[in-house]
Structures are given as C-alpha cells and as structure tokens.
C-alpha cells in the first residue's frame, strides 16, 4: 500500500468501522475503529491528569479521541508521572491541531510526510532542539502503540526521527560566586536549602519532596526512597557545612510540619517558591548576569568531586544516573588529570623539546 496517497475511503481500518449506510466521504469522527474487547470494556481510572488533556481534546474537536484515550491509560498503567502524562498529551493535542490544520481529520491516514511536516513547523516556530526533541520522543511512542494496535501504517515509523541535540557541557558555578552567594543569605531555611543542594547534588524536586524522617543527622545521611525524575532510589550525605545549617534550621522549622521544607498549610514548598527565593540571592549578590539557576548547584557538587579526586563509578551513584555516560559529561567540563598531561606536554613543546620534522615526502603517492 503506498500510505501516502491513501484516502479515508480507501483505508482498511475506516472500512472497518465506517456503518453501513453512511457516505464514507463524510464518515463522522464519531466512529473510531474498534477498540479491544479488553480495552472497550475496562473501566476508566481516576486520574486528573487524562481527564484534563481529553477535556482540550473535547473543547478543540479534534480527531482520534478514543485512541488518545486508551494509550494515556496506558500510561497510566505503567505508572509513569503525571508529569509524563500532562506533557504526552500536550505533545499530541499540538500534533492533532497541526492535522486539522492541513486538512487530515481522521487519525488513520496520517503518513511519514505528515510526521516530517509537524516537526518542521515546530522548528520554524524556533523551539530549541532539546524542545522538539523531546516531542519527538512523545510521539514516536504514541505511534508505536497506533502501529501494535492496526490503527495507523507502520511505515509511519519505518524509520525512526530524530533530531541533533547539542551536547552542550553542564554549567557550573564558579567558586568565588559561591562565596558571593553565600555571603547574602541569612534567613536559616534559604541557608540550608542552598548548601544542601550545593554538598549533595540533590535534585530541587527530591529536596522539596524530602520529609524530616528521612534525614538521619547522626549518620550525616538523607534517604532518596523514589527519585522525583527516573524513580531511582539512593542515599546522599550530608557534608560538615551542610549539618551546621541543617542543625539550626531544624531548631528554627515547625516541628509538627512532616517536609523538610515545607510551605502553607504543611504542604511541600513548590518549585516557583524555591527559584524566586534563589533569584533574589542571585541578585542580591550581583550575579542575576550570570544565568545561574538551582540545577546548576547540582552541577557545581558534580564538579567540585570529580576535580578531588572521586572516581566517576561513585558520582554516577551520588547523582542517581542510569546511566555512566551521563555522569562522564562532567569529566569534559574539569578533569585534573587531562589538565596536568596538557601542560605537562605543552611545557616540552614550549621548550622545543619535540624531535623529528612534520614534512611530507612528496615522491610518495
């Protein structure tokens, strides 16, 4: 089948469900191609997240509400986040309009060109790489479940899309900035969530999800039982400088509030809180110009351990990577001993110390 010159008439899944009787050039969305027996008849679960993306869907009139449906309750099912949930189905609300837009109202017919031509418009809007790139992903997965289930032709991914990713190096606060930083910050909550970002590498989201029972001040260690980003479990420790001002903001927090740090009505304190709390120290500081922000306080913990000396086996375990590569990201941005070996050759070559001579023998072919 050449799927890119297939019409609604002619496709195999409307014929399926397009009732008899009904002029199938003006077949109604409101006929999908059946679902599984299994999927037809499960119960819909209680998740707010699938009800707020399948209500744009709704408001919007858009096609291929019931294949929408069942693959966010597949989502659901493998328990991903709600935040993966949300952006899913944001992804695929963009890609949905983008079909009406070109005239595609059925899901089924969609083709590779459709798929190239949506990317394009993304990149010609100007959203960043790591931004597409990430769409990208959320689609591909959801035309693999299209494709597993018949809905949609697998030359829709016969080939996998991606996009180049600039593979930029992480972004580190420099040492005497922190000095800066530090120097303005006063209030005892502030101090310790800042050092404690800056000596355990912790993720903001894991910090504020923190509960007290999980800090153990006698064995100078915090407890990570489920990583807010890839639920990776792990334990941090706490540095010297990092117990002090935990000690005193300990004496200072409610001690009826059960998160470390906590918010109103004993609620965790939110992301928005944190960033504009660190954003006014940034700028009391004299360092807003500098384009800091709190995950670079990871970055920096990452940094200052591998320039001491710590093997990269055990940061990948301290930051809770998957994966090795992700941590030898950092031994690009400082490495001691990459930095001895150059000046170490460049001090011989300085000296003219190399031998031998660098032309060629032009006889040779």
């Known amino acids: 089948m050449n799927l890119e010159y297939v019409s609604v008439e002619n496709s195999k899944y409307h014929r399926e469900y397009c009732p008899s009787g009904l002029d199938k050039s003006t077949a ?22 699938i ?13 291929g509400e019931a ?14 986040r709600p935040n993966t949930i949300r952006s899913n189905g944001s992804t695929i609300i963009l890609f949905l309009t983008f079909l009406t837009s070109i005239g595609r109202n059925h899901l089924e017919t969609i083709t590779r060109e459709d ?31 299209l494709i597993e289930r018949e809905v949609i032709h697998p030359n829709v991914l016969n080939r996998k ?57 006698r064995e100078k260690r915090i407890e990570i039982f489920e990583a807010q980003k890839n639920r990776l479990g792990r334990v941090v420790y706490i540095s010297d400088d990092a117990e002090v001002v935990l000690q005193t903001w300990l004496k200072w927090r409610n001690s009826e509030e059960h998160y470390l740090f906590y918010g109103p009505r004993g609620r965790p304190l939110c992301y928005e809180a944190a960033r504009a709390m660190f954003h006014k120290y940034l700028d009391n500081a004299g360092l807003s110009h500098r384009g800091y922000t709190l995950h670079c306080l990871r970055h920096t913990f990452a940094s ?27 031994a690009r941005l400082t490495d001691n001993t990459r930095k001895e070996e150059y000046f170490r050759a460049m001090a011989i070559i300085e000296k003219g110390g190399i031998n031998g001579h660098y032309r060629c023998d032009y ?3």
Not at 67 to 79: C, E
Not at 178 to 201: E, F, H, N, Y
Not at 321 to 326: A, K, L, T
């Open 67 to 80: 294949h929408v449906t069942q693959y966010l309750l597949y989502l659901h099912r493998r328990n991903c």
């Open 115 to 145: 798929f190239s031509a949506f990317i394009e418009r993304e990149q010609d809007r100007g959203l960043k790489p790591h931004s597409i790139s990430t769409r990208l992903r959320a689609l591909n997965a959801f035309f693999r479940f």
């Open 304 to 330: 200052e351990l591998l320039n001491a000396g710590m093997r990269l086996e055990c940061l990948q375990q301290l930051l809770g990577h998957n994966s090795i590569e992700m941590t030898r990201r950092y």
């Open 51 to 63: 009800d707020r993306v399948l209500q744009r869907l709704s408001d919007k009139g858009l096609c």
């Open 161 to 217: 899309m991606r996009i180049k990713v600039p593979d930029s190096l992480p972004r580190a606060i420099d040492p005497e900035d922190i000095k800066q930083l530090l120097s303005v910050i006063k209030k005892p909550r502030d101090r310790a969530m800042i050092v404690v970002l800056l000596r355990t590498g912790m993720r903001i989201g894991e910090l504020l999800d923190s509960r007290v029972e999980n800090v153990n001040i």
């Open 28 to 49: 109604s969305l409101t006929y999908p191609p059946p679902l599984r027996q299994a999927e037809a008849d499960e119960p819909r679960v209680a998740n707010p997240e």
């Open 363 to 365: 006889s040779l072919p």
